[in-house]
């Protein structure tokens, strides 16, 4: 593992329950800076609740109780000082189903800045280069630049997922975490959003959340391997595909339970 | 398909024989009831029409009458001996005024709590106030009329030293109190249905819960809120007894909220018993009722257009 400068999240000792169940326990885990990290397991194994962590979105529902701690970008969220306005914007999430909102594509992208800003320091030409700047980020810029004022919802469901993306970026998050981000897509849409994970690599630390195998091992650099609610294995996704170090992966990545 | 066999025992029979004569025609006949239970509303609105215009119309060619002053007179002198003279104008005002006091009071508190209902408020309390609210949607208006008769007429001249509590305010207020429940427990349902993607989109983007509400709940659910709305104007504008009984039922054109007005409802219910059928008095009350029909008509149709408007942005 490398150092503490190079990790964008980190958890120790994560214990989450829904009401009595135990969704996670004893989760320590640190996510490289920078990269592409996937977490594979089958249904029910605490993925997406890990995912869902990272930026607290989790507590909507107020059954949920976590203890642990979880330091993202060198700063542990439950710290009461702690603005989770704050956290949500340097974390940004995208979601299983694209659910961009029922407005136009371009109040859809200005969505964060007019939620984070005064009225007043928002200038209309701040707006305009703001959404050019996203949409061209996320390769939407040609199909929509005529289409703005289009409304979200009546767009592709790749474009309305890579809408999804650009409407994080005016926020400059640092973190990108990804729930199954292409479920609801077909192939080519799901080649659209890989390629476009490449793009945004380097620049933000992506955490994908995947059912597809096939997905993780050639979108991601490290995967995390969970089930029932345990971390079993986290290492490279070269290294946890090829050499497995616990029997348990060898079985899920082979296909016999899942 | 081929024909259905009348007779037990034909050839089409033999070669389904699942199904019974009787069953099929058993089919055809629910099928043809419910096609005439979605037709009746139409026939109903229209029989409906059709009865009132016919108790009405022969009034329109008597010499007392000009449909002029029926719509633009404020003289309201149905039993006059030398001079009848029938002008709704008065009464179209104070149904329009005690409407608009209602809306005015009802669509903030109901669209309020509709929100806070569907949003803010815990599972707990969420079940206990929405059967409050409905248990008030279920107070006959009667009873409602009674309330502003004695209870808040006196509050009304208490607070403003006014002469006479059973006024315009009055009216609305009760009217407010009808319309609040109506709005709520339709406008918690629109909310209810925007998908809860969209709350987690808001929320993910740091969002506060007020933001999440007036930015993206409000817009994704302003039909189903204007629907709520509308509905709540629509029983504040055919409410008959609460306003007879908390208006005041003056005929006069009201100058502020304390002037006591008469609504062309109350007027119907207060004056039809009294009209000699067959006068003229009792066809021009009826024609009130057309004048109603048409106002409602005409409340829908534009609501039907703004719906529609909104639809297609």
């Given at each position: 593992?490398?150092?503490?400068?190079?990790?964008?999240?980190?958890?120790?000792?994560?214990?989450?329950?829904?009401?009595?169940?135990?969704?996670?326990?004893?989760?320590?885990?640190?996510?490289?800076?920078?990269?592409?990290?996937?977490?594979?397991?089958?249904?029910?194994?605490?993925?997406?609740?890990?995912?869902?962590?990272?930026?607290?979105?989790?507590?909507?529902?107020?059954?949920?109780?976590?203890?642990?701690?979880?330091?993202?970008?060198?700063?542990?969220?439950?710290?009461?000082?702690?603005?989770?306005?704050?956290?949500?914007?340097?974390?940004?999430?995208?979601?299983?189903?694209?659910?961009?909102?029922?407005?136009?594509?371009?109040?859809?992208?200005?969505?964060?800045?007019?939620?984070?800003?005064?009225?007043?320091?928002?200038?209309?030409?701040?707006?305009?280069?703001?959404?050019?700047?996203?949409?061209?980020?996320?390769?939407?810029?040609?199909?929509?630049?005529?289409?703005?004022?289009?409304?979200?919802?009546?767009?592709?469901?790749?474009?309305?997922?890579?809408?999804?993306?650009?409407?994080?970026?005016?926020?400059?998050?640092?973190?990108?975490?990804?729930?199954?981000?292409?479920?609801?897509?077909?192939?080519?849409?799901?080649?659209?959003?890989?390629?476009?994970?490449?793009?945004?690599?380097?620049?933000?630390?992506?955490?994908?959340?995947?059912?597809?195998?096939?997905?993780?091992?050639?979108?991601?650099?490290?995967?995390?391997?969970?089930?029932?609610?345990?971390?079993?294995?986290?290492?490279?996704?070269?290294?946890?595909?090829?050499?497995?170090?616990?029997?348990?992966?060898?079985?899920?990545?082979?296909?016999?339970?899942? | 398909?081929?024909?259905?066999?009348?007779?037990?025992?034909?050839?089409?029979?033999?070669?389904?024989?699942?199904?019974?004569?009787?069953?099929?025609?058993?089919?055809?006949?629910?099928?043809?009831?419910?096609?005439?239970?979605?037709?009746?509303?139409?026939?109903?609105?229209?029989?409906?029409?059709?009865?009132?215009?016919?108790?009405?119309?022969?009034?329109?060619?008597?010499?007392?009458?000009?449909?002029?002053?029926?719509?633009?007179?404020?003289?309201?002198?149905?039993?006059?001996?030398?001079?009848?003279?029938?002008?709704?104008?008065?009464?179209?005002?104070?149904?329009?005024?005690?409407?608009?006091?209602?809306?005015?009071?009802?669509?903030?508190?109901?669209?309020?709590?509709?929100?806070?209902?569907?949003?803010?408020?815990?599972?707990?309390?969420?079940?206990?106030?929405?059967?409050?609210?409905?248990?008030?949607?279920?107070?006959?208006?009667?009873?409602?009329?009674?309330?502003?008769?004695?209870?808040?007429?006196?509050?009304?001249?208490?607070?403003?030293?006014?002469?006479?509590?059973?006024?315009?305010?009055?009216?609305?207020?009760?009217?407010?109190?009808?319309?609040?429940?109506?709005?709520?427990?339709?406008?918690?349902?629109a909310?209810?249905?925007?998908?809860?993607?969209?709350?987690?989109?808001?929320?993910?983007?740091?969002?506060?819960?007020?933001?999440?509400?007036?930015?993206?709940?409000l817009p994704a659910a302003k039909n189903g809120l204007l629907?709520?709305?509308?509905?709540?104007?629509?029983?504040?504008?055919?409410?008959?007894?609460?306003?007879?009984?908390?208006?005041?039922?003056?005929?006069?054109?009201?100058?502020?909220?304390?002037?006591?007005?008469?609504?062309?409802?109350?007027?119907?219910?207060?004056?039809?018993?009294?009209?000699?059928?067959?006068?003229?008095?009792?066809?021009?009350?009826?024609?009130?009722?057309?004048?109603?029909?048409?106002?409602?008509?005409?409340?829908?149709?534009?609501?039907?257009?703004?719906v529609?408007?909104i639809r297609?942005?």
């Open positions: 593992m490398s150092g503490p400068g190079e990790l964008s999240i980190i958890t120790r000792g994560l214990n989450l329950y829904y009401g009595a169940f135990q969704a996670l326990s004893d989760i320590s885990v640190g996510i490289r800076r920078g990269l592409i990290t996937s977490m594979i397991g089958p249904s029910g194994c605490g993925k997406t609740t890990l995912l869902r962590c990272f930026n607290r979105v989790n507590e909507r529902y107020d059954y949920v109780r976590t203890t642990g701690e979880i330091i993202v970008l060198g700063r542990n969220i439950y710290d009461p000082d702690v603005s989770l306005i704050e956290l949500r914007k340097s974390v940004g999430m995208v979601f299983q189903r694209p659910n961009p909102l029922p407005v136009s594509v371009y109040e859809n992208v200005v969505f964060g800045l007019r939620i984070h800003s005064d009225r007043s320091a928002l200038k209309r030409a701040d707006l305009d280069v703001a959404v050019e700047k996203a949409l061209t980020e996320v390769g939407l810029w040609k199909d929509l630049r005529d289409r703005l004022k289009v409304k979200a919802t009546t767009l592709q469901l790749e474009q309305q997922q890579k809408l999804c993306i650009a409407r994080l970026l005016p926020l400059k998050p640092e973190v990108i975490l990804m729930d199954e981000p292409c479920s609801a897509l077909d192939v080519e849409g799901t080649r659209g959003i890989e390629e476009l994970m490449f793009e945004l690599k380097g620049r933000y630390t992506i955490v994908i959340v995947t059912h597809n195998m096939a997905q993780a091992r050639r979108a991601s650099d490290e995967s995390i391997f969970m089930l029932m609610g345990k971390l079993v294995e986290h290492a490279p996704t070269e290294d946890l595909f090829l050499n497995p170090k616990n029997p348990k992966t060898l079985e899920y990545i082979e296909g016999r339970y899942g | 398909m081929s024909a259905v066999p009348l007779t037990p025992g034909g050839a089409a029979a033999e070669r389904r024989p699942t199904r019974s004569t009787l069953s099929l025609l058993g089919e055809r006949v629910i099928e043809a009831l419910i096609k005439l239970s979605g037709v009746s509303a139409v026939i109903f609105v229209v029989a409906i029409f059709f009865f009132i215009f016919r108790e009405a119309a022969p009034v329109l060619w008597s010499k007392d009458f000009h449909i002029l002053e029926f719509l633009f007179s404020t003289e309201w002198y149905p039993t006059s001996v030398s001079n009848v003279r029938y002008g709704t104008l008065a009464l179209t005002v104070g149904t329009l005024s005690v409407t608009a006091v209602a809306i005015v009071l009802a669509v903030p508190f109901g669209l309020g709590a509709a929100i806070f209902v569907s949003e803010f408020c815990s599972p707990k309390l969420k079940e206990t106030l929405k059967i409050v609210i409905e248990l008030l949607a279920a107070i006959p208006s009667v009873v409602w009329g009674f309330v502003g008769l004695t209870v808040m007429s006196k509050i009304i001249v208490t607070l403003t030293g006014t002469a006479v509590g059973v006024n315009l305010l009055n009216g609305g207020v009760i009217l407010a109190l009808m319309s609040v429940p109506i709005i709520v427990s339709i406008g918690e349902d909310l209810r249905a925007v998908p809860d993607s969209y709350r987690e989109a808001a929320v993910a983007l740091g969002a506060t819960r007020w933001q999440t509400v007036y930015r993206v709940l629907a709520a709305v509308l509905l709540g104007v629509g029983r504040a504008v055919g409410e008959t007894m609460a306003v007879l009984m908390a208006t005041g039922h003056a005929v006069h054109i009201p100058d502020g909220l304390l002037n006591s007005v008469r609504t062309l409802t109350a007027n119907v219910a207060a004056e039809l018993g009294e009209a000699p059928a067959g006068s003229s008095h009792y066809r021009v009350l009826f024609l009130t009722g057309v004048l109603l029909f048409w106002i409602t008509m005409v409340v829908n149709v534009a609501a039907d257009l703004v529609r408007g297609r942005k």
